[in-house]
């Protein structure tokens, strides 16, 4: 699940809560919680990672 999880979660093209239910979670928060608790951080600096974006806590520091 967590291999799934870190595929799922920096691919766009999938909502979270899509990614969520993919995983067999139904709980959205659940899924965030666990993918932190996996990869040491939270999907939304994961995304911009993978796809060469910078977050708006990048640009302020």
């Keep these: ?3 799934s ?3 799922f979660g920096t691919d766009a093209r ?3 809560s899509r990614i969520a239910w993919l ?3 139904l ?3 659940a899924f965030t919680r666990a993918f932190r608790r ?3 951080q939270t999907l939304t600096p994961a ?3 993978y796809l060469g974006r ?3 806590r990048d640009a302020m520091a």
Excluded: N, P, Q
Aim: positive net charge.
């Design 47 to 49: 995304r911009a990672k």
């Design 14 to 16: 999938f909502s979270i």
């Design 54 to 56: 910078s977050t708006a």
């Design 27 to 29: 709980e959205v928060s």
């Design 23 to 25: 995983l067999g979670s």
């Design 1 to 3: 699940m967590r291999t």
């Design 5 to 7: 999880a870190r595929h």
């Design 38 to 40: 996996w990869t040491g």
